[in-house]
């Protein structure tokens, strides 16, 4: 295998052992300066960009340069990559600033496999199939509001749990309103419409719980409210707003149990939800909402996993269990 | 002592083993119909005014009778009280219709002892040392809102845990008013504007929670969403038509603030709180809370206990504890 | 209306207040010789056939006449019903003895309204899309195993939580299975062959937990052991059939993959999992197996609910809370 | 500004970066001896005074000079301050031995910041306030006891939890008399007495349970027992020895409220409570513990916080949650 | 079989279905005043002997009788029994007061069948293999305590759980001795003496806990303090009274890992120990408390099961699980 | 002390802080490739024989010496010992290849310092005295089953909590045995037969759940199924087995309260029981396991712990508690 042209573009993900790189841009997602045991300085950092992320020491650095390292921010590096106790780190041996402009940070977020038009444009048919007028009229009110339609073709579905990926909250929520299809014809008695309408708005608090320009984090409000009753406030100002435009109230038994299928997704008070499910969309829309997330988690344990030597992940906190990851019925294989 | 006048206003309170009653009007609480075993009907039911409530059976009834009296309204009782396992006994033996509009059965629910319209003054004096003008215009929304005020100072503060009667809402938080007063001043870093509003709203949510014309019990959006969420929204609706009015936005690290302290107050997730204290004021208006609620059920405990050859009151399951009785240093006696 | 012929059948469920019964047969859920305060003996019992079951009593009773009556046995009634407190009570005026071989007992248990022999033909044809020969070995050997069979097809899905009825657990099964067909399609890296072989298993142990020839109860193997374990015994055994059959080794990884998942399909050890899901194929089957029971249980507890005066069922231990019953959004009367 | 005199005294909180120090005592928190990568040894310490803490490093050092070291005792220290991933750091270039005597090494532990002769006066002022001559009685024998009040001076509230200084005991406890002043008269049925006595001895405990000499750590009693059973006997001897005193039984019933008042102040059993609190004496306590505690908690996470860049604390374990920082209604900043 | 003689002493134990009886003392447990459906009233009550307890009914009672019986105290009856749903009941004829002091109250408490003060020898025995001194001063101040060793003879090991009868305290320690005689021997490094006297001591607290004079329940100070920490304050009291006579300082290590052995005995928090065992000897004695306490659950709740019909008792709280009854084994049998 | 000659063989347990060490064959537990800090790569590992473990280092160490390093091998080191922080370290200065064949990697795993052919011999003289014909038969199966008796010797009774070496499972087993015999006879109507089948079976499954070649983990079985289920299939096998030769059904309630035993001897659904003990016998060996596991557990925290300066070793997670170490009653030191 020849060496890849230096200076050709080069995903980290791509990056293998032993390869040099004249000019890449990455973003810096962690940054610390520390001091060697003889008293020089050594710069301790995470580079990444939209296919993933990988350590990275700079030798010789100086307060200088650490200080003229945007965290969350781009910049041009050169250097080499080598195995380190059986994983790539990156040497820098050089670095320069970004032309203000040239790249978004955003670009270099971690971020699903999927096209967001897509997946976007697969949530919005399946909420074609919402009959209800009065739902039907609050999905539209979020559908049709640009920047919602924007942050939630943007936003992770978590921090880091599941999906915690640029368009993760549209992906996580194409594949449930997809599970919905096929599923609620099973239980004619189960609304379809409250299903979709709930699946649409559970986690579409997200939006506002989370900062995701150029890293994932909680916000302020986020983390004093909470997604699950920020997107409650942000359906009963809609539901105002349709009231206010059509003269006519919004049907209260309608909105309150859509709020109380929200307030109720997480299915426990210790996951944040003040109330329990109380109606069987409710309880729908929280196993479904449980399997597309676990199943997730499980598929991340087992991509995410460097150790070969073992038959087992690391231990997932979230599923309270290491995950055994030989393909025992060859299900995984590229072509089955 | 002369027996008393069987046709003079006799409470449920007033009410002793042996007395005969002409025509006295009380609430049925509860009403059931029993057959006995040798196949004769009886009906089981509880008598109730703002006093309190007693047991009550009418033997040789039938299901004419029986569909006769509504659960939750008003009748003229004639009878006698029976002493039956040490308790009284209301043994009826006639009853008749109460004229239409008479009465009204509200006054008949158990009752604060305290004159209503001097804790709702006391509490709005209270709410005049809030000095913050944003905190004061949300306040004052909701004091000028009359179906507010007036539903405030009826609505119980509980379905049973504790101040579970009319005017209990109010008087709960004007004990609360009454404590931040003299506690904030020990803590000067702690907002007492922040935690006065936060005393005001805390429970204001128990208004829609509760329904409480002709009996204490949930609405079926109280059971959906809970009184803390329900708060939440409408102090929300305020704020929003606060802004409106004034064409200002309403300071958004304000609102969210209180918001936090409203859905954090019960302290913890199995409560019904999605969010955990993260600031003074929502610690500080949690323990104030618990405080008098909890010394409020140990007097009622001891009150309501009739067994006067224990020291110790039945087990009270929010207490996690039977409570000790006996006032051993002497400070529930008037005049010891 | 003209009044039913006192002779024709008349099913429990078909029983009207006021009705008269001359001859119908009835099995004895339950029965209690008591004393009336004036010394005389009447029989308590409750009379059940599949369509369901009613309190009764009888007046003037007799040790003789008590002993007489077989617990879990069918007889001759004789009587009327009765209104008591709203709910329908029967009188028994005489019973005699059915005719050995009459009747079955079993007849008289709840049981699924569905065709049993039409659900257990949606099994065997779910069962047939398996398209790894090992476990289509192990499925058939249970498939064709008569006794297994046979019981599969009576068993109930539990004592009393769900699907707690004759037919139950091949209903139950049945549900998932469909669940899974059209579930699966949407994660390709979930091996359907495992999740299908693993929802026939999962509670096939319950044929060995449970008694229901008479009565519903667990067998003392069955609360020494659980269905958990019983059913891993089980399998064991049919794979070293297949062995002893074959001559070849049963692959260890599928075997210890599907035990893996029987055992773990709990999903909480406080449930009787002695292991905690760690594969894909043992998430899914634990939330299908969930969202089916859940809402199995909300469909049961409204049906069951009697109470028209309120908007909630009583409380439901199993989904830790009372549930909502207006069919809010239409789904639940399409054609009564 | 001109660099501070190197010979004055600094105390560790004022050291700056970049500042030079010939000649200062500090304490020896902690100390630890490294290799450096290439063989040679270096010493990792932690310098502490009064005013705080900083992390040392000394280069070039060898067994003999770390032997040399007192940890928990004081030295005199040269070198500089550094800035180390945005912290200060102290290079040592030397350091000599303390004449035995010169300095008190209690005198370097962390202090409260208020006068502790002036706490231990509004302690004894508060006391005052008892009426009742036995628990008066009881009060005295600690007052009096001079080691007593000594230790009870000098200890720390906590190891680490809250109020962890010197004084922190007599400023916690005085902190709860305080409130108790203000909030017993809201409440006249608790006695106010019994309340006093309970808050003055609910920690007295902890002046047996730790040790603060030199460092702050539990006593093996402290383990072996908890402060809370510590207190009680203590309790129970000075009773004693007021009965040998006055040749009277001291009131059972008030001793036995006074312990267990004492037993179950920590409100629950996992926190080391053999009792739950079963009178509204006890009660009250526990609540205005937790009050004083947890507010001093969100002060001491506040004010021990360094990351200018967030708007939350780190995680605090005894709040379950990370503290909001922004001073929303500016009630921190008296004059910013 | 001839019908007992009436007069004799019948045993509530020896009382069959169909007997009369003309005259025998029994203790009543309970009483309770009940009216029948059409007007009259009826006693409810429990008869008991230390041989049993079984319930009584008195028709055609007055208010008069009702509060001639003294609850707890002795009368004679006379009567018959009758077969009540498969249980014995005693149906009251005539009853009349015993002479004061002709019977001992106490006689009538349910008892263990072993002889009192064989075992207190046998306790007494054990206690002799402790060889060090201190600790064998300490017991010999509880064994010559005359009130103490009388007390300790008569108490029962807890009010319901298990050893709940007359002489059980002496009898769960006189089992836990016996263990620790066998089980020492294999854990040399395990202090010998050290656990015989922490199980002497362990549940000596229950002699001030609870009451057992005409009944078994918690005394104030049981409630308040509970055994643990009054054991504890027992035994601290002794060791100063040593101290007084000898002269000289008991060993502290051995006081506070006895004190610490006895506080954490329990186990857990949650039942009431205030600290975890934290050396061998308190695991130990924790261990082997719970193996005989547990036993004896086991072998009462089979003994005390009635329903024949059963594989299974009813369930045990305090196992949290019923239990299988069959002697499989063949161990129960005397000659099998 | 004249030093130890270079060429003996010195165990890791005996050798000395500055002692140099020529050609000695230890185990590689775990290596590490690290770089310091100036770009030089060094090893860091961990040395170990059964008689225990030390950290080492290789300054100047390469990549390819690195992977010529067998992760659980043997190699000849040469080398010196150092302290470091008060612990020892070994230097590396070279290591080579170890002759196949001339050492058994085994040999170098933590072993118990007993004689495992004893210990095997004295649970085959325990077993011995089982007299049931059935359970011999089964216990028979096992110990003449030739591959289960050596694994049974080799195996640890856990990977790190309690008995965590070679041996450790027939020394855990031959203690619990040796409790049985002492404890049974004090309760009769407990089996002593099935006790001992119980203890002599309860953990035998580990020697499928572990692997223990050249270093203890789990195996993907044991992790999958666990050992308690493991052996309950074993069991079952052997009961097949056992039925298949002597043409004899085993009979069902010996099999199923055996089978019950072991899954319920863990005695918390928690701790992987899927069944609570619900048998005496079942409760007998939950106990006296716990007891053994736990008092293993005190001593490995003492013999472990290496800081003299504190009287307490540190958390032991699964005692919940730091170990008291003092020796109070002497009975550690053999001659003190």
Redesign the interface.
């Given at each position: 295998m020849s060496p890849p042209n230096p200076t050709a573009r080069r995903s980290v993900a791509e990056l293998q052992a032993g390869e040099r790189v004249d000019d890449q841009v990455y973003r810096v997602a962690q940054k610390?300066?520390?001091?060697?045991?003889?008293?020089?300085l050594?710069i301790h950092a995470v580079i990444a960009d939209a296919s993933g992320q990988m350590p990275a020491r700079m030798?010789q650095a100086s307060?200088e340069i650490y200080d003229s390292i945007p965290e969350g921010g781009l910049l041009h590096f050169r250097g080499r990559v080598e195995?380190?106790?059986g994983s790539r780190q990156f040497i820098i041996d050089g670095l320069r600033r970004v032309e203000p402009g040239m790249f978004n940070p955003a670009d270099f977020l971690p971020s699903t496999p999927h096209d967001v038009g897509v997946l976007w444009k697969q949530v919005k048919d399946a909420l074609r199939n919402i009959k209800?007028r009065d739902l039907l009229a609050l999905v539209g009110k979020f559908v049709n509001d640009a920047k919602f339609a924007a942050d939630f073709q943007r936003a992770p579905a978590a921090v880091q749990l599941h999906h915690a990926y640029i368009g993760g909250l549209v992906e996580h929520t194409r594949?449930l309103l997809?599970?919905a299809e096929?599923?609620c014809p099973?239980?004619?008695?189960?609304?379809?419409?409250?299903v979709l309408t709930g699946i649409f708005l559970h986690d579409a608090g997200k939006v506002r719980e989370l900062a995701f320009e150029t890293n994932f984090e909680y916000t302020?409000?986020g983390?004093?409210?909470?997604h699950?009753?920020q997107c409650?406030?942000w359906m009963?100002?809609k539901c105002?707003e349709i009231e206010r435009e059509t003269g006519k109230a919004f049907p209260?038994?309608?909105e309150?149990?859509l709020?109380?299928l929200i307030?109720s997704h997480h299915g426990k008070?210790?996951?944040?939800?003040?109330?329990?499910?109380?109606?069987?969309e409710a309880?729908?829309v929280h196993?479904?909402d449980?399997?597309d997330a676990?199943?997730a988690m499980?598929?991340e344990a087992i991509a995410g996993d460097t150790d070969a030597g073992s038959?087992?992940t690391a231990y997932v906190r979230a599923?309270?269990?290491?995950?055994?990851k030989?393909d025992?019925?060859?299900?995984?294989q590229p072509n089955p």
């Open positions: 610390d300066l520390r001091t060697t045991t003889n008293g020089s050594y030798w307060q195995n380190y106790k209800n594949n997809r599970l096929v599923v099973l239980y004619p008695e189960v609304s379809q419409d409250l302020s409000e983390q004093l409210l909470g699950i009753v409650v406030l009963h100002d105002r209260a038994d309608v309150m149990s709020k109380h307030l008070y210790e996951f944040g939800s003040p109330r329990l499910p109380a109606t069987a309880i729908m196993y479904l449980n399997l676990k199943l499980v598929a038959n087992w599923l309270e269990s290491r995950i055994f030989p025992v019925m060859g299900t995984r």
